[in-house]
């Protein structure tokens, strides 16, 4: 235990000084490898904890993003009010889904279907809201890159870094304390055997509520982070189902129902992703859709040879233990 | 007094008649057996009981409260553990995990589930095995894990589904011998279906017997063994030589 909180404190030691270090192009990577992080702990919460699949985590990105966005827009209202009203119209959302699925009955790929569903025609459903742009995407104002403007939430590249590894650090604590709640307890044993559960006294509808909103509302907090960092929003993009894919990747390969797996898994593939690129760049092959057969194959390796994802084995390794 | 009332409770499944008319009680502070063959209904009882099905007709009675139609969790916050048949272990979580899991129906803090469940592992000697993966235990620990489990949400009426199936006759015997332990200690009521009568024999006061989903003999072990109806259905009627 002393071991692990010993490389946990340096790991985020590193972090913290990391931009002293790095170039711009290094810090949006690790941006990058952060928001990845902080969604796959979100989507971690339902599927590795409760155990509940879902393959359309891009619908809360997208309505979260959205939301927060559309006050900025419209209204000039920042997002640490748009924010609330992202988690809120999100954890909605998921509740709705939960209950349609979990009152009726509805589970393990049907449940994921019906995820997939919500997320497309939610896309669709925005291509014809003009008041949020439509397909044509909403744009927000973009305002002087340098000046750290912590209300609107508009600033330079680092701001944005420190803000994902605030979030990042935020939601790698919430998922500890929580495993080790009685929440935590509860979605185990609905992961493990729902029946089982059930017959301890544990209200399995009511506790799959709880994960869904609660994955739901945290992943929203990604796509606000989403509009104000990249300030353009197109429902095609960021509805769309490769996207939800995208965050499942990180947990999947890292360690589904782990702590450190979203974070691993995040960064293992996005610094795989870029280097290939840049190494093919290099070489001069321009391949399109190379990035897409890479992940293929590195996730055909993980199952194949690590079906419980890199961080439980990597854990074993370095000799860290409960 | 009467803890659990079962009255003219029936239930068929797609016009087959699982359970008809069955009627038993269970007094607190005993151990019942339901007993009978194959197909007889006695899971189908169970599992009104412990809130799995609804029953068709008739009415459950819990200390003088209806609880038929109950969900499963409702069925235990109401004072009723079970265990299953076909073991459920959560698999991937430790033993003691699992019991926690149990503890925390009724402890408020996860450290106070913890410590209620280390007690009941060393009950069940299934204390050295407390931080091994359920899934690695053999079937009589896995059925000792069940019990555990059900015990932790602290019940006033166990229930238990042929919970000495597969075991060997020591193991069967080392179990009998737990439940008495807790039944002459803290009063703990026990309904138990069994197949396995030499079990149902050394626990049970009370037994009933099965035969159709009807509930065709009740009485003390001595008196269901010498029971016509009960040699019947299981010996097949007397030849005339």
């Known amino acids: 235990m002393k071991k692990e909180l010993l490389c946990l404190v340096i790991l985020a030691g590193l972090l913290v000084a990391f931009p002293a270090f790095a170039g711009p192009y290094a810090l949006s990577v690790a941006t990058l490898i952060l928001y990845f992080a902080y969604t796959g702990q979100a989507w971690n919460v339902m599927m590795g904890f409760a155990g509940q699949l879902s393959l359309g985590h891009s619908l809360y990105v997208g309505v979260g993003a959205y939301a927060a966005g559309a006050l900025f827009f419209h209204y000039g209202i920042g997002p640490w009010a748009g924010l609330w009203l992202a988690m809120a119209l999100c954890a909605g959302f998921g509740l709705v889904i939960g209950f349609l699925a979990f009152r009726f ?71 500890f304390f929580l495993l080790r709640s009685k929440a935590g307890y509860y979605w185990q044993a609905i992961r493990e055997n729902e029946e ?13 509520m709880v994960a869904v909103a609660l994955s739901a509302a945290m992943t929203s907090v990604s796509g606000v982070f989403f509009a104000f960092y990249y300030n353009n929003l197109f429902p095609e993009q960021i509805f769309h189902i490769s996207r939800s894919i995208e965050i499942i990747l990180g947990p999947v390969i890292g360690g589904v129902g782990t702590l450190f797996g979203p974070i691993l898994g995040a ?47 990597l854990y074993r390794r370095l000799g860290f233990h409960k | 007094m009467t803890l659990l009332q079962v009255r003219s409770v029936s239930k068929s499944f797609r016009g087959l008649q699982a359970v008809r008319d069955a009627s038993f009680e269970v007094p607190q502070g005993s151990i ?42 409702q069925v235990c916050a109401a004072g009723i553990g079970r265990t299953f048949q ?115 024999m050394a626990l049970a ?27 019947e259905c299981y010996l097949g009627e007397e030849a005339d030589v």
């Open chain 1, 267 to 313: 960064a293992v593939l996005t610094l795989l992703s870029d280097g290939i690129t840049d190494l093919l760049a290099a070489l001069g092959w321009e391949i399109p859709g190379i990035k897409q057969v890479f992940y293929g194959i590195v996730l055909l390796v993980v199952v194949m040879f690590l079906p419980h994802g890199i961080w439980p084995a």
């Open chain 1, 105 to 175: 009955g509805i589970s393990g790929v049907y449940f994921a279907l019906l995820t997939i569903a919500f997320a497309e025609f939610t896309r669709i459903g925005f291509d014809h809201l003009d008041w949020l742009g439509g397909p044509g995407g909403m744009f927000l104002r973009v305002a002087q890159r340098d000046v750290w403007d912590l209300a609107n939430f508009r600033g330079p590249p680092l701001m944005y870094y420190y803000a994902m590894l605030f979030l990042t650090a935020g939601a790698f604590l919430l998922c």
């Open chain 2, 86 to 200: 076909l073991v459920k272990p959560f698999a991937g979580l430790s033993v003691l995990d699992n019991v926690i899991v149990g503890a925390l129906h009724k402890e408020r803090t996860v450290a106070g589930a913890r410590a209620h469940a280390s007690s009941i592992l060393k009950k069940l000697n299934l204390d050295a095995k407390a931080h091994l993966p359920a899934s690695s235990l053999t079937l009589p620990d896995r059925k000792r894990l069940e019990v555990a489990r059900a015990l932790a949400t602290r019940p006033r009426l166990l229930l238990l589904d042929e919970v000495m199936a597969g075991l060997r006759p020591t193991e069967c015997d080392q179990m009998v011998q737990v439940f008495r332990d807790i039944n002459r200690a803290e009063g703990l009521t026990i309904l138990l279906i069994e197949h396995v009568m030499r079990a149902v």
């Open chain 2, 205 to 231: 006061r009370h037994i009933g017997v099965l035969h159709h989903g009807e509930v065709i003999a009740r009485g003390t072990p001595e008196e269901v063994v010498r029971h016509p109806a009960v040699l």
């Open chain 1, 196 to 208: 089982a559960a059930q017959a301890l006294g544990i209200n399995t509808f009511r506790w799959k």
């Open chain 2, 32 to 73: 019942n057996g339901l007993i009978g063959p194959n197909g007889a209904g006695k899971t189908t009882i169970f599992n009104m009981v412990a809130g799995v099905y609804a029953p068709d007709s008739g009415e459950i009675l819990f200390d003088g409260k209806q609880i038929h139609g109950f969900r499963p969790d």
